[in-house]
């Protein structure tokens, strides 16, 4: 066996070994260099395994590595896995994995590069490439950005692969029989005249062999599951309330901890006094942590109880800590010294605004909260020789690397544990409710720990998306936008968030400009300009990123234009449109609305488009003015995602897509005072209600060439489609969001 452990250490995406009677097999000669994580801690007769299956006596495990925050990521890679190794995921075991460089992200880098997803020119190419070396250089294990899919489409689909052609060698041996006639059915290689081997009973001859490397994905019109209607592997647990969350976990010996630290971000603690706390039914334990205190008590509730009990003196915030001067301070960035980025400059803008009639506007997005519904909780455990941290986590890699620091132990000796994560819209890519508990831990060695967090604390603790200005100034010819021109201003996601990675931020930050910049419009005259705000509050990815907001200043402004030209806004976007999908797509969604019909007295339409993570999304939203405010009837969604592999939850994840984006143009900001947000739980930041929710019917195209994810592309245009129906029923162009400090919905 010591060979096939040799060749497994080195080759460890093509190659397979054995594990107590067992078999692993991974994926891509081309990535066999690095270490198979998952050769750390084999008991005795154990030797190694590869990344993405296992198959031993127990059954069959697929690695399903990127994170689940909600939107099906585990599911989708276990059928991507399963359509090739010919099982039903629902007959195996999924895991995560451990955190390791081996289960790195190939594709999320491109996002952070001016490379527009329309173009194929050899940079373009070049620099998609560049994305995936640097993935692996730097041992990126991380999920976001809509990558999950793109990522690991081929990835998967060829462990699946490698693993059914190298059982059937396995029979081959065993039965003396050709290739040909030979085939898998449901976990079993089935013979001739019918008899049927199962995996596992073969798992053990294929250790021995070398493992088949030259093998052929089956052809999409042989899926048995992808691209057709699927049930999610976590339907049931969800359904049932059995599936364990980080709040979920339980551990014998265990207590729970709640910390309270200063509600101005970035102020620190001059002292505390927990007389009264350490007094208090349950409690154990009140300490010190960086920047406040840990309540260490015998369930939640005590613990948070009494954190509150604490009295503490609170030093300042650093930052700039009241709205309106950060506001301020991001209307004070369009200045030549700021300008960050101009990837847009098309036609000649400043000559064709001269002497033209200029449409002038500045609009205005506020700082978003994640508000995820599982509120931060992390469970830990330090003894002297290794760490345990049990959390739904984007960034399984660099927890690891931060809890290093701060134990001052070999990071092989901290195991990461990623379980579902309770939502994140991006909160799950920082880690600092988990260093909050690994500090607890290093004071309460050898005891395992629930920290969980108040709501009230998750608000006025989040990473932010960024709030932003534009201003945009414009102009028509012979009924046609000409001119279109768009500044916009705001922090750098990148700086804040790179910086608390420990990874320095490189050029431009092309999320300042995402979903503005790269939109496929033949508009003769067209600018697009990003300037950085000096930093201010710490801010992080918030779902669909910079798009987020700029699909809302972005398609607002162009709808102005369409007015002011007297164009319909949907004939004139088909009009200066040179890409074919994103066409299709606005043809659809005008098909799908009936766009142009006479929706009656105080009705309107409004439209949107958005292309963004390479995924083209038109929104066509249909609204009633009422005496009491704006009634959201409909909304129409066509996106083009190359190929739809799960049509269930593709329509699911576009109308929670739509959910999302409506509610938070509704009624959602985060407003500091003195640095403390002034919104710290959902009765000051409420989203869509039920009885608001509108009829939202889905279309998934298939034009694309390329393979790409849905998760976060259907959030851009929600905001603005909404805006320009209003528009369109009252008359009243709104530029600021939300869209409740203009109008009242029912």
Not at 208 to 224: A, F, M, Y
Not at 255 to 277: H, K
Not at 291 to 305: E, K, L, M, S
Not at 346 to 375: F, W
Request: overall charge negative.
């Amino acid at each position: 066996m010591g060979r096939v452990k040799t060749i497994a250490r080195r080759s460890f995406l093509i190659g397979s070994a054995a594990i107590a009677g067992g078999v692993a097999f991974g994926t891509y000669l081309y990535k066999r260099e690095g270490t198979n994580p998952l050769l750390a801690d084999l008991g005795p007769g154990q030797t190694a395994i590869t990344p993405y299956v296992i198959i031993d006596a127990n059954g069959v495990t697929l690695i399903t590595p990127r994170a689940d925050v909600g939107q099906g990521a585990w599911s989708m890679q276990a059928y991507l896995i399963a359509e090739e190794l010919d099982i039903d995921p629902a007959t195996a075991t999924l895991s995560p994995g451990p955190a390791s460089a081996i289960y790195y992200n190939g594709v999320v880098g491109a996002e952070a590069m001016p490379i527009a997803a329309t173009s194929d020119t050899l940079l373009a190419r070049t620099g998609r490439s560049a994305a995936d070396v640097m993935g692996k250089l730097m041992g990126l294990h991380i999920t976001g950005g809509s990558t999950t899919v793109p990522d690991m489409y081929d990835r998967l689909r060829m462990a699946g692969a490698v693993a059914r052609e190298t059982l059937i060698k396995a029979a081959m041996a065993q039965t003396g029989l050709p290739r040909d006639q030979l085939s898998t059915e449901n976990g079993c290689i089935v013979l001739p005249d019918g008899l049927k081997l199962e995996y596992i009973d073969l798992a053990a001859a294929a250790a021995e062999i070398e493992p088949v490397q030259d093998v052929t994905l089956r052809d999409p019109s042989e899926w048995r599951y992808l691209g057709k209607p699927i049930k999610r592997t976590d339907m049931v647990a969800k359904s049932t309330g059995t599936q364990t969350y980080g709040i979920d976990m339980q551990m014998e010996g265990m207590v729970i901890a709640t910390t309270r630290t200063n509600p101005a971000i970035g102020g620190g603690m001059v002292g505390f006094d927990a007389e009264t706390a350490r007094t208090m039914r349950g409690v154990q334990a009140v300490m010190p942590i960086t920047g406040g205190i840990a309540v260490v008590a015998d369930n939640t509730w005590r613990a948070f109880q009494a954190a509150q009990a604490v009295e503490c003196d609170w030093g300042p915030s650093p930052y700039i800590g009241d709205s309106a001067d950060q506001f301020a301070a991001v209307a004070a960035s369009f200045t030549d010294e700021m300008q960050d980025s101009r990837f847009k400059d098309e036609g000649d803008v400043a000559a064709a605004l001269e002497g033209a009639q200029v449409i002038n506007a500045e609009y205005r997005i506020p700082y978003l909260a994640h508000a995820p519904l599982e509120p931060m909780s992390v469970v830990v455990k330090l003894t002297q020789t290794r760490l345990d941290i049990w959390t739904g986590t984007q960034i399984p890699r660099f927890v690891q690397a931060n809890a290093a620091k701060l134990t001052g132990m070999d990071a092989d000796d901290i195991h990461v544990h990623v379980l579902m994560s309770g939502g994140s819209f991006g909160r799950r890519l920082e880690d600092d409710y988990i260093a909050q508990a690994v500090e607890i831990a290093m004071q309460l060695p050898d005891t395992p720990i629930k920290m969980v967090w108040q709501r009230e604390e998750d608000f006025t603790h989040d990473f932010p998306r960024p709030l932003a200005i534009a201003r945009a100034m414009g102009s028509t010819r012979d009924g046609q936008v000409d001119t279109f021109d768009l500044a916009i201003a705001a922090p750098s996601v990148a700086e804040s968030s790179l910086a608390r990675l420990g990874q320095p931020a490189i050029g431009p930050d092309v999320a300042i400009v995402a979903g503005a910049w790269d939109q496929p419009f033949h508009i003769p005259n067209y600018r697009v300009t990003g300037y950085r705000t000096p930093a201010m509050l710490p801010i992080s990815s918030w779902r669909s990123v910079g798009a987020s907001g700029n699909g809302f200043l972005h398609e607002s402004f162009v709808d102005e234009l369409c007015h002011a030209a007297g164009a319909d806004p949907l004939a004139e976007r088909l009009r200066l449109c040179w890409h074919d999908p994103s066409r299709k797509v606005l043809e659809a969604v005008g098909e799908m609305s009936d766009w142009g019909s006479d929706l009656g007295p105080n009705r309107g339409r409004g439209l949107a488009f958005t292309l963004a993570f390479g995924v083209p999304v038109a929104e066509v939203v249909e609204v009633t003015s009422t005496d009491a405010g704006i009634r959201i009837d409909k909304v129409f969604v066509a996106a083009d995602v190359g190929r739809v592999l799960d049509p269930l939850n593709f329509e699911a994840q576009l109308q929670g897509a739509v959910i999302f984006g409506l509610g938070h143009a509704m009624n959602c900001e985060l407003t500091y005072q003195d640095g403390i947000a002034q919104q710290d739980n959902f009765h000051a930041y409420e989203g869509m209600r039920l009885y608001q929710t509108p009829d939202i019917i889905v279309r998934g195209l298939e034009n694309g060439d390329k393979i790409k994810g849905i998760g976060e592309p259907g959030v851009p245009p929600a905001a603005p489609a909404l805006a320009n129906a209003i528009f369109a029923a009252t008359g009243k162009r709104i530029r600021e969001l939300p869209l409740s400090k203009s109008v009242d919905f029912v």
